[in-house]
């Protein structure tokens, strides 16, 4: 089973993490795609507007000193703490350069995904109708099933 699993740093996110640390147990065969996501450019691939991190990776500290960087791989560094226990060899960490739906999308048609697993951030009505949802727009585009955390 491959899962995708954006990541942001919320409380929320934090539960999602809890809740695919329940999902896989037990299971024989799984890979954990995590994102995070910074608004920023950064060149990419031209295939693909986001990258895996790898540990001791070039683009790593390419990143490392970009403006926002820093922030995103310290929330995959925190994410993989919390997952301690798990094989890393199943948990792979990618950053998107865009917008957090977008990239979720992406990801999803280009990793020929099972199922993505992302909470909500509980916005109102009026909240989502001026900002938008990643939430909501990953829902009514995904060909990709979805869970979602409340």
């Known amino acids: 089973m491959k899962i995708l699993l954006p990541f942001d740093g919320s409380d929320s996110s934090y539960k999602a993490l809890g809740y695919v640390k329940e999902f896989v147990a037990g299971m024989s065969e799984y890979e954990?795609?995590?994102?995070?996501?910074?608004?920023?450019?950064?060149?990419?691939?031209?295939?693909?507007?986001?990258?895996?991190?790898?540990?001791?990776?070039?683009?790593?500290?390419?990143?490392?000193?970009?403006?926002?960087?820093?922030?995103?791989?310290?929330?995959?560094?925190?994410?993989?703490?919390?997952?301690?226990?798990?094989?890393?060899?199943r948990i792979r960490t990618y950053v998107g350069f865009g917008h957090a739906a977008d990239i979720i999308l992406e990801m999803s048609e280009l990793e020929n995904l099972d199922i993505i697993i992302m909470c909500t951030h509980g916005m109102g009505a009026a909240r989502r109708f001026t900002l938008g949802s990643v939430t909501d727009k990953v829902v009514h585009h995904s060909a990709t099933p979805i869970l979602i955390l409340r």
């Open 32 to 89: 954990i795609l995590l994102v995070t996501v910074q608004k920023t450019f950064m060149p990419t691939p031209p295939d693909r507007p986001y990258i895996e991190i790898m540990p001791d990776d070039f683009v790593a500290e390419t990143i490392m000193h970009h403006e926002y960087g820093r922030v995103h791989l310290n929330l995959l560094s925190d994410a993989l703490k919390y997952l301690n226990g798990f094989s890393h060899s």
